[in-house]
């Protein structure tokens, strides 16, 4: 059986980005989303995942590229003066990695993020994380041993078959030869510890490769490579005009994702291909 979870990142981000997301939840294929706890728009997203029970919410871990949920103090500093993360992926990564004096606030900050959900009301099936942050190493212990206290259940561990990947769209060859060689090699350190926990992981995720470019062309031919067993696909669709969209993902094409979790072409590629749509709960979501 080949099934897939659709999921949209960065729910509450900000109000163009929610926007997007209800929009693919309520009239395209869209199975779950991911929470960002710090984005401008939670409150807004949190309403909306309280209404909607059925759409599956996972944590989407901010730790660059956003804002922090707790004030930070103190040397070494998690955050600039305003609260933000650092927007250099690179550069946060080893930060975390070699200071560290960093690796409590990190504990601290991911702690927070995890309860601003629950205590909003969400219910959190699975975690993920802006720019995969979820799979640095020491991102990744601290939330072993945090996803069992909060019944989190479900983890994104993404990796991605490059040959597939290329086979459709050449572009940024470079870039993604290095993203599929980290991203398998941290899915090998990452993959012994879930199986422990019982945490549940998609046999692959695609979205990695064309981050912020998985539009209706791409994704109709990208569903022929669908193996057998579970496949987590991940969007960020979202609705213009939108200041944050602009500033944050200036090369994302969030208006076309969203055309392509709400395809009549999409739907009509998945019913043919006999390809069920889920989550990672289990539940089902029926063509609409």
């Not at 606030?105 to 959900?117: F, G, H, P, S, V």
């Not at 994702?257 to 289990?282: D, F, H, W």
Request: charged share 25%.
């Amino acid at each position: 059986m080949k099934e897939i979870i659709l999921n949209a990142d960065d729910f509450g981000l900000s109000a163009g980005a929610n926007r997007g997301i209800i929009r693919a939840w309520q009239e395209g294929m869209l199975t779950s989303t991911s929470l960002m706890a710090g984005g401008d728009a939670f409150e807004e997203a949190a309403a909306f995942a309280r209404a909607n029970p059925a759409l599956q919410v996972g944590l989407h871990l901010t730790l660059v590229q956003g804002s922090a949920v707790l004030p930070q103090q103190g040397l070494p500093a998690l955050t600039g003066a305003a609260g933000e993360f650092t927007d250099d992926a690179v550069l946060a990564g080893m930060r975390y990695f070699f200071l560290k004096g960093l690796r409590k606030k990190l504990r601290l900050e991911i702690d927070a993020q995890l309860a601003r959900c629950r205590d909003a009301g969400v219910e959190l099936s699975h975690v993920d994380g802006h720019l995969n942050i979820h799979m640095h190493p020491v991102v990744f212990d601290i939330l072993c041993e945090l996803m069992p206290a909060y019944g989190i259940k479900s983890f994104r561990l993404t990796r991605e078959n490059l040959r597939a990947n290329l086979a459709l769209d050449r572009t940024r060859v470079v870039g993604k030869c290095a993203d599929a060689f980290i991203f398998a090699r941290l899915a090998e350190r990452c993959r012994p510890r879930l199986q422990r926990l019982g945490i549940r992981y998609a046999g692959e995720v695609k979205g990695l490769l064309n981050s912020g470019h998985m539009t209706e062309e791409y994704l109709v031919r990208a569903l022929d490579g669908v193996g057998e067993g579970l496949t987590e696909i991940y969007f960020h669709p979202g609705c213009h005009p939108c200041s944050t969209l602009t500033r944050r993902m200036p090369d994302y094409q969030h208006e076309a994702e969203l055309a392509a979790l709400t395809s009549p072409r999409v739907r009509q590629k998945l019913e043919q291909a006999g390809i069920t749509l889920r989550n990672y709960r289990g539940e089902e979501k029926t063509y609409v």
